[in-house]
């Protein structure tokens, strides 16, 4: 009796560390996830903020207002 209660013990005990690592995995997967797009969105705010981008806007936006007169 002794016996199989150590072994249930033992086998509880690796599911919770097993079960702790897989939460661990996540959050720590989902930590990366979140700093890569908070850097993706850094570079594409920078993008959308170049001067390059700024005029194609204005341009296209005149070519569509042209369009709709």
């Known amino acids: 009796m002794l016996i199989e209660e ?9 599911q919770v560390v097993a ?3 897989a939460i661990s995995l996540i959050v720590g ?3 990366s996830y979140a700093v ?4 993706q969105n850094q570079s ?4 959308l903020l170049s001067p390059v981008v700024r005029l194609r806007r ?3 936006q005149q070519s569509l207002k042209r369009s709709t007169i």
């Open 6 to 14: 150590a072994f249930l013990y033992e086998k509880v005990q690796r």
């Open 19 to 21: 079960l702790l690592m």
């Open 29 to 31: 997967a989902g930590g």
């Open 36 to 39: 890569f797009r908070f850097v």
């Open 44 to 47: 594409e705010e920078k993008r």
């Open 58 to 60: 204005i341009r296209k």
